[in-house]
Nanobody
Framework: VQLVESGGGLVQPGGSLRLSCAASGFTFSSYAMSWYRQAPGKERELVAAILSAGGPTNYADSMKGRFTISRDNAMNTVYLQMNSLKPEDTAVYYC???????????WGQGTQVTVSS
């Protein structure tokens, strides 16, 4: 089982990034997919989640209207489009998969997002 995140990096405030998480080794369509993030000295927090292709979706309040989660079940990939980035969005972003029925779950290794001028 693998969840491999990509797309992180350094971006200026107000900029955009698109994170990708490529999944392998499990039946992707049977899993709810989520993005979490963890900033230095803080607990890991939910960013966004998507139940299946086309939704429904769920977002943390501070990300609503700026971030969009989507998934492509044919490509076994989940995305996080992040717009209007703020310095407080700086964190390691993790991909998470949770089976819809038995709760089995997996984590990716994370990708660093740094928002700074």
């Amino acid at each position: 089982v693998q969840l491999v995140e990509s797309g992180g990096g350094l971006v200026q405030p107000g900029g955009s990034l698109r994170l990708s998480c490529a999944a392998s080794g499990f039946t992707f369509s049977s899993y709810a997919m989520s993005w979490y993030r963890q900033a230095p000295g803080k607990e890991r927090e939910l960013v966004a989640a998507i139940l299946s292709a086309g939704g429904p979706t769920n977002y943390a309040d501070s990300m609503k209207g700026r971030f969009t989660i989507s998934r492509d079940n044919a490509m076994n990939t989940v995305y996080l489009q992040m717009n209007s980035l703020k310095p407080e969005d700086t964190a390691v972003y993790y991909c998470h998969a949770r089976h819809l029925f038995d709760g089995n779950n997996y984590w990716g290794q994370g990708t660093q997002v740094t928002v700074s001028s």
